[in-house]
């Protein structure tokens, strides 16, 4: 899931670009050792200067844009290592503290790119993954490290900036290996191949007061963000900018249909019982989200059960966080929503969310 996070906002902000500037994509294409950023995350950056999106821990950035100018002149993409092993490098110059090597391709974006992008931009809108290929080692004749090619996750060609997708069948072989990034030969040039997630979708059940920090604190981390809640001093748009969707709907009346994108985070803070125990066996029912928070203590989580009418034991268990969050101390709504996305974020990433330098510290000593 290296690259879930990103590629859904940066992608929606240079497609809604309608000012005439031009634009260049900084991908990571190839590592070795360990670096801030996977392969397959990537910058975008306008010829105003503005960058948007990290390669790196924010240390190589000024260098990209740098070299964007360049790219922008001449309209030659170009592949930039960045070898933070090497004591005299420019890298290490920086006093970064991975120790590893990345490369960077970056390219001019056209008008080519842009329908192309904008085809990974409705595939992951839509709950879909895909792969994107990108040449960026070619021999002195080809001029391949400007295309871009995208894949669906069956390795079937979506869409090409070339007139004809280059070795398709080989890319293909490609997407049947790989999990989310790898690179691979075709004679002599050489390939990265990048799996591109869907971005999570997080659904807030309730549109107060206390919900704004929690639904700009998600948006920020590139969730497609719902604010759910049929009352009409509540999820106002105004105070919920960063939404992406604004729903005034009843319990009753929403229809979560098929072919939807599945809602992959949920939280209950309705400050209404039968309205939380209404959504929670909403969820139940339609969209089975991997994490489900509950405000309250446990005493309130076990009145919303009992409300809710689902006798799913194992699935209340596994998927309902109540009380929610991890204790990090702090009672204001900022502190709480901190609280919840950490707890929330740990989950859908499927990590632990322990302590990381007592997790170092025990494999260390235990090695």
Not at 114 to 127: E, M, N, Q, S
Not at 132 to 151: K, P
């Amino acid at each position: 899931m290296a690259n879930k996070h990103s590629h859904y906002a940066l992608l929606g902000h240079y497609l809604s670009d309608t000012s005439d500037c031009e634009w260049a994509l900084a991908t990571v294409v190839n590592k070795e050792g360990s670096s801030y950023r996977s392969p397959g995350s990537i910058m975008m950056v306008n010829s105003l200067g503005q960058s948007f999106g990290l390669v790196s821990g924010g240390c190589l950035e000024a260098d990209i844009v740098r070299r964007v100018k360049k790219v922008f002149y001449n309209g030659k993409a170009t592949y930039a290592e960045y070898d933070l092993r090497e004591e005299d490098s420019f890298a290490a110059e920086l006093g970064i503290g991975c120790k590893g090597k990345i490369g960077v391709l970056i390219q001019r974006l056209t008008e080519k790119h842009r329908v192309v992008l904008d085809i990974l931009y409705a595939t992951i809108k839509a709950g879909e993954s895909c792969y994107l290929a990108q040449e960026f080692e070619a021999s002195i004749t080809s001029t391949g490290l400007n295309e871009i090619s995208l894949l669906d996750s069956h390795g079937e060609q979506l869409a090409s900036t070339a007139v004809q997708g280059k070795d398709q069948a080989e890319m293909i072989k490609g997407t049947e290996h790989t999990d989310q990034h790898q690179t691979f030969y075709v004679g002599d040039s050489r390939y990265s191949l990048s799996k591109i997630d869907a971005p999570f979708n997080f659904w807030i059940f309730g549109g107060g007061a206390d919900a704004e920090p929690l639904a700009s604190m998600a948006s920020q981390l590139g969730w497609r963000v719902t604010v759910v809640d049929h009352r009409a001093a509540y999820a106002r748009a105004s105070a919920f900018k960063s939404a992406e969707t604004i729903v005034k709907i009843r319990p009753e009346e929403l229809n979560y249909a098929e072919g939807r994108p599945p809602i992959d985070g949920a939280m209950l803070m309705t400050h209404n019982l039968k309205l939380d125990a209404q959504w929670l066996a909403f969820l139940h029912k339609y969209s089975n989200p991997i994490y489900v928070g509950l405000l309250g203590p446990v005493e309130r989580r076990e009145r919303v059960v009992e409300l809710c009418d689902v006798t799913d034991l194992d699935w209340l268990d596994e998927r309902v966080n109540g009380p929610v969050g991890l204790d990090l101390g702090g009672e204001l709504p900022e502190s709480i929503a901190l609280s919840i996305l950490a707890q929330c974020h740990a989950v859908l990433f499927d990590a632990s969310g322990e302590v990381l330098n007592k997790r170092s510290y025990i494999r260390v000593n235990n090695s």
